[in-house]
Nanobody, 125 residues
């Protein structure tokens, strides 16, 4: 049973930083492409960032490019999302995702087999 456990969310002022972590257990982490999605109240779920399985190629939604960085540590079975220059519009529940269906980064939610329980990020103005 693959499990994803996020941590690192919280309340931060606009312009501040947070680092989210996602620990993966129950599977071979190096086989998974990983990603982060977010969902704010009343809004649709949104792809934030993804990282591929082997080459560690990354992709981002336009609104976070230059501010967020996704990375992975295969030795620790963990993926990270470093979030800098946070804005109130970044407020959302952030979900870690994993898939073995593709080794490439993807923004398609339906391709991700495993989802974490989410961690709340709140950015005050």
């Amino acid at each position: 049973q693959v499990q994803l456990v996020e941590s690192g969310g919280g309340l931060v002022q606009a312009g501040g930083s947070l680092r989210l972590s996602c620990a993966v257990s129950g599977g071979t982490f190096s086989r998974f492409a990983m990603g982060w999605f977010r969902q704010a109240p009343g809004k649709e779920r949104e792809f934030v960032a993804g990282i591929s399985r082997i080459s560690f190629t990354t992709s981002y939604v336009d609104s976070v490019k230059g501010r967020f960085t996704i990375s992975r540590d295969n030795a620790k079975n963990t993926v990270y999302l470093q979030m800098n220059s946070l804005r109130p519009e970044d407020t959302a529940a952030y979900y870690c995702v994993a898939t073995g269906k593709t080794g490439l980064t993807t923004a398609m939610a339906t391709l991700y087999e495993y989802w974490g329980q989410g961690t709340q990020v709140t950015v005050s103005s």
